[in-house]
């Protein structure tokens, strides 16, 4: 297995295996679901089309409707060249979703993918250029948190559950000495009233 994560109430586990299976478990280790990690298509949050004929004025769920800009097809970025390809797993709080963060072995990139409790697709996050190894479900679920490396600087980003990305901040220290990270970021973590982020960094 590859990692593993027990929801909130320990009711139910989820296992990543060696092949890219996605399993759901009971307490005692009964297999509810599996899937694959690398799901095809958008998820059930996936814009819906009412008839009105632009993507601009679709409906778009609870959480509101992407811009055109977020609209527009984006081009697929590699996984960064120290990115070592482990699989990451953080549950919301009430334990109604979660969120895994993999490198698609058909792309190439890293992507997140949220599920529901019944590991049903909600859906995947925009294609994000530098996104690297780190997660974390922020306990009032408004916002997941990873980090992004771009050439001068180095960010905190935040992803809403519809897999759209929502608000940044950069870090004092981050920049590349070449094709290497002066610093690396190595896990997130909010308190548990998502008051406060802490963020450990490795030089």
């Known amino acids: 297995l590859r990692v593993m994560a027990w929801s909130p109430e320990q009711d ?3 296992f990543v295996s060696q092949e890219d299976k996605l399993l759901l478990m ?20 996936a814009p819906v089309n009412v008839g009105w004929g632009k993507k601009a ?10 811009t055109l800009e977020q609209l527009q097809q984006k081009p697929v970025s590699q996984a ?3 990115d070592s390809g482990r699989t990451l797993i953080s549950w919301r709080e009430d334990g109604e979703y979660f969120v895994c963060s993999a490198v698609d072995p058909n792309t190439g990139a890293r992507v997140l993918h ?4 019944d590991l049903v697709l909600h859906s995947t996050s925009e ?18 948190a990873c980090m992004q490396r771009k050439p001068l600087q180095y960010d905190v980003i935040f992803f ?8 940044e901040f950069t870090l004092r220290q981050g920049k ?21 982020l802490a963020v450990w960094m490795e030089e």
Request: with cysteine.
């Open 26 to 45: 009971t307490r005692e280790f009964d297999i509810i679901t599996e899937l694959s990690l690398h799901p095809k298509g958008f998820g059930e949050a």
């Open 127 to 144: 294609c994000v250029p530098g996104l690297e190894q780190t997660l974390h479900w922020r306990p009032d679920g408004s916002l997941i």
């Open 114 to 117: 949220v599920w529901t409790r």
């Open 57 to 66: 004025t679709q409906f778009h769920g609870s959480l509101g409707k992407p």
């Open 176 to 196: 590349c000495e070449g094709q290497e990270p002066v610093v690396m970021v190595r896990k997130l973590l909010w308190n548990c009233d998502s008051t406060v």
């Open 80 to 82: 960064l060249p120290w």
């Open 12 to 14: 139910l586990v989820v």
């Open 160 to 167: 809403e559950r519809n897999g759209l990305q929502h608000g």
